[in-house]
């Protein structure tokens, strides 16, 4: 690594002062394992604070040692302290790269994840080195972001080429093997393309497995992506959540995941179907139903939501439109035999209560709500042609006791009995989000898991042999869009 950073009087202070800290700086680089903190604390306790701390001397910052000056000023540890001038923050950070390779052995990627921090950094050289050569001043050689990853890493272009990609598109899980070096750069790579790239995602979204992990790069991607064009952050229903699972999902009220209705609209819909949903909530269906060329109808019963969904949908000239009405109602705007497909995720009982009104079936006692749920989804069945799918994203839910209340297979009971054949069970993976730090205390007390998925139940009205002619050419059939 070469220094980019300034230093420009250093001085070595030989008493304990109160040092600022700025969390951009802090959270860095990343923060100290528990375990690893204790073991810290352990040494300083019986070594003293051996190493000084590098401090900003312009804004009395600390750039390096916010681990050893929480422990020391936590047990009354004195340390010592040396201060170095830096021009900017973007300075700073550069040293801070160029301190850990100093500091420790990494792994190849880990290089990468560093220097990948003052990626804007890199950014901007390579841009300022661009324009010098466009203005026709002499320039040692052209560079761009690639070669200054590359000569600081000391890693080959492909290596860099790959490990972006893993950065952008890996899981929690491949890249703590990566970072623990028990897995090549290279290895990971051609792992992630199979599963991720190999002609099936790229097709169909996600690979076709019965886990859908939203974890994901290539899922958060797109969820933003379709996040910034409907833009729900489910206002109608803040502060709804009575429980807080739920909240976890999107850190509020629960919204509909887009990518989860593309895929679901795509796997087993076809464009110009007509798509029906009775406990409509949010925009986010109707939106990406229409928007892949879909024709959507929505019953829902709070108005607020209902006029908010359909200036939504208008605004983009979608084919959707969403109804103010009870799901009991279903027969006053669903002819029999009209639809090519019924999706819906109901409320999961009383986990998110949504409104006070009294035909709100998160409102009522877990025997009204099974009643009405009940009616309604073995109503749907009628609605729908022959030889179509059927969707309900469901989770559990708990009861008298905490316990679970079987919300799970009694939709399946509820389908099958209406007429419906289950055909594919799917477990739709959440981000773990908060419920890391809620779940240990709930272990203790009540040896309770924390709930990291949701039920994607497929159902299917027909014969089943016909799946392939019905469905022939399906999944070309939409308006995709990157
Ligand atoms: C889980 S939400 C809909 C799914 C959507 N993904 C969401 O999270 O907003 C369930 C929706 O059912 C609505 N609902 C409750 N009881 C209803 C009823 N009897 N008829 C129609 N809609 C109802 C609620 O207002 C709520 O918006």
Known sequence: MGVYYSIKRIIHVKKTK??????????????????????LKENILKHGCREPLVLWKERNLIVDGHNRYSICTEIGVPFEVVEYSFDSIDDVKEFMVANQFARRNLHPYEKVELVLKIKPILDRMAKENQSLAGS???????????????????????????????????????????????????????????????????????????????????????????????????????????????????????????VLAEILCTWFGKKGFKVFDCFAGDTVFGYVSGKVGMDFTGIELREEQVALNNERVKKDGLKARYINDDALNMDKHIKNNSMDMFFTCPPYADLEKYSDLKEDISNMDHDGFFEVYKKCLTNTYSKLKENRFAVVVVAEARGPHDSLISLVPKTVDIMVRAGY????????????????????????????????????????????????????????SFDWEE
Not at 159 to 184: E, F, M, Q
Not at 196 to 217: H, V, W, Y
Not at 447 to 456: E, I, Y
């Open 136 to 258: 026709g001043k002499k320039v040692k050689k052209r560079v761009n972001t690639l070669h200054l990853l590359a000569e600081k890493t000391g890693l080959s272009h492909d290596s860099i080429h790959k490990a972006c990609y893993i950065n952008k598109n890996g899981d929690d899980d491949l890249k703590a093997l990566l970072r623990s070096g028990k897995v090549t750069i290279s290895a990971a790579y051609t792992r992630l393309k199979k599963v991720s790239e190999g002609g099936l995602a790229k097709s169909l979204i996600a690979p076709p497995f019965s886990i859908l992990d939203t974890r994901q790069g290539y899922w958060q991607d797109r969820k933003r992506w379709w996040k910034d064009k409907i833009g729900d952050s489910g206002e109608t229903r803040e502060n709804t959540l009575i429980k807080s699972s739920l909240s976890s999902i999107v850190g509020g009220a629960s919204v509909f995941d887009p």
């Open 421 to 476: 054949k289950f055909w594919n069970e799917i477990i739709l993976v959440n981000c773990v989000g908060t419920l890391a730090m809620r779940s240990g205390g709930v272990m203790k007390k009540k040896r309770k898991v924390g709930r990291l998925h949701q039920n994607v139940l497929v159902f299917y009205k027909g014969d089943t042999s016909l799946i392939k002619k019905e469905f022939e050419g399906a999944l070309d």
């Open 18 to 39: 109160t040092l600022g800290v700025l969390d951009e700086l802090k959270n860095f680089i990343t923060p100290l394992s528990k375990e690893d903190r204790e073991n």
